[in-house]
Nanobody, 115 residues
Framework: QVQLVESGGGLVQPGGSLRLSCAAS????????MGWYRQAPGKQRELVAA???????NYVDALEGRFTISRDDAKNTVYLQMNSLKPEDTAVYYC?????????WGQGTQVTVSS
């Protein structure tokens, strides 16, 4: 069974930064597509950023260049660097991947942006 474990969330002031990590096991992330999603209270879960097996990335337009997805193949870990955080970024952030026909999810990590 694929396992994804997120970490790095917390409370940060507007304009601050956080780096989320997603450690994967029983899957080699360099061979797969990885994504970060978020779900704010009362809202639909949305894709924030994704990185392909070839290293190509894409982002939701609303980020305006503030977030960067990357991966460390040696550590089998994907990251989401979040800069210039805004209150509207507050959400539970989930790591996800695809293995065959099945999509897998981590348990999520809470990010709260507040003064």
């Amino acid at each position: 069974q694929v396992q994804l474990v997120e970490s790095g969330g917390g409370l940060v002031q507007p304009g601050g930064s956080l780096r989320l990590s997603c450690a994967a096991s029983r899957i080699i992330i360099s061979f797969t597509k990885m994504g970060w999603y978020r779900q704010a209270p009362g809202k639909q879960r949305e894709l924030v950023a994704a990185i392909s097996s070839g290293g190509m990335t894409n982002y939701v337009d609303a980020l305006e260049g503030r977030f960067t997805i990357s991966r460390d193949d040696a550590k089998n870990t994907v990251y989401l660097q979040m800069n210039s955080l805004k209150p509207e970024d507050t959400a539970v952030y989930y790591c996800s991947t695809w293995s065959g026909l099945i999509q897998y999810w981590g348990q999520g990590t809470q990010v709260t942006v507040s003064s």
